[in-house]
Each structure stands twice: as C-alpha cells, then as structure tokens.
C-alpha cells in the first residue's frame, strides 16, 4: 500500500509504499513527543494501531508534529483573522474558513478569484498542503488573501 506522509516544516511530502500490517509508529518514524493525524483529522491516530486498524486507506494522507494545534494569521485588506487548527488541516480548508463567514466573508463570485500565500513571500501552497508543513517554531504560520495572478493576453 502506498500513503503520503507530511512533517512539519517540510514543504514536501514522501510517498511510501508499507504494508496494511506494519503500525504507524513503524511507518512514521515517530519521535519522542509527535503526534500522527489523517489529513484534516481532529483526533491523533494512536501509533500503535496497524495501517488497516487506523483506517488510513491506499494513497492516503497522514501528518506527524509534535504540536497538537497551529495558530494560522491570514491578512486581507487592512484586516487579519486568527484561528487554530490540527497541523493535518489542509490549505483548501483554511481557505475556506478565511473567505467564508467566520473569516473575511467574501462573496461567492468573488472566492475563486483569490488565493492563500504565504506571508512575505511569492508562494501560494497547494490547498492540499497541510498548514503543519508551513508552521515556525512558535507554531505559527501566516498566509496572506491575495487575488490569484491575472494574465492578460
């Protein structure tokens, strides 16, 4: 079986192939103090539970780091909104939060047009990217709400 496994602080995910019957301390490399959630998961998966019993399915997702919450800052505007969220929660979903009513509450026409960056910087994370790989040391990561690139032609 194959899964994808995020950490934090890298950008990149690793695609390995295991099998259903190995554990997800096994699979993982767990240190000492890290935590593993399914992606966009609320509840760690316990590390002594088999690939097949953690319910994790071919292809699947998982996210390992220490902290069990992520302060996420995202910017539009003049203004900012702030919520924590699991490591394992996705960059789509953040977005979501952030263009809907509990964020900056932008209309429907408008969402498509804009994109999460992050901060003082060019790049725009796949809304597959689970904020955990993004956070600073003080588990934190900021995005700004930007308009996606618009090409003229």
């Known amino acids: ?34 935590a593993v959630w399914l992606e966009d998961g609320e509840e760690t998966i316990r590390a002594e539970l088999t690939l097949a019993a953690a319910r994790i399915q071919p292809r699947g997702h998982i996210h390992v780091n ?36 509990d964020g900056f509450d932008l209309p429907e026409d408008d969402r498509p047009e804009h994109a999460l960056q992050l901060c003082g910087t ?8 689970h904020i955990g790989s993004f956070v600073n040391d003080e588990c934190r990561v900021c995005f700004d709400l930007v308009p996606k690139q618009r090409f003229q032609g």
Request: no cysteine; charged share 30%.
């Open 122 to 129: 060019t790049t725009q994370p796949d809304g597959t990217d």
């Open 66 to 101: 220490r902290r069990r919450r992520a302060a996420v800052i995202v910017n539009y505007n003049s203004g900012e909104r702030r919520r924590e969220f699991m490591p394992s929660t996705t960059v789509r979903r953040v977005f979501e939060w952030a263009v809907g009513k």
């Open 1 to 34: 079986m194959e899964m994808y496994i995020h950490r934090s602080g890298q950008e990149r995910i690793e695609l390995i192939e295991v099998a259903e019957t190995a554990t997800v301390a096994e699979v993982v490399g767990l240190a000492e103090g890290e």
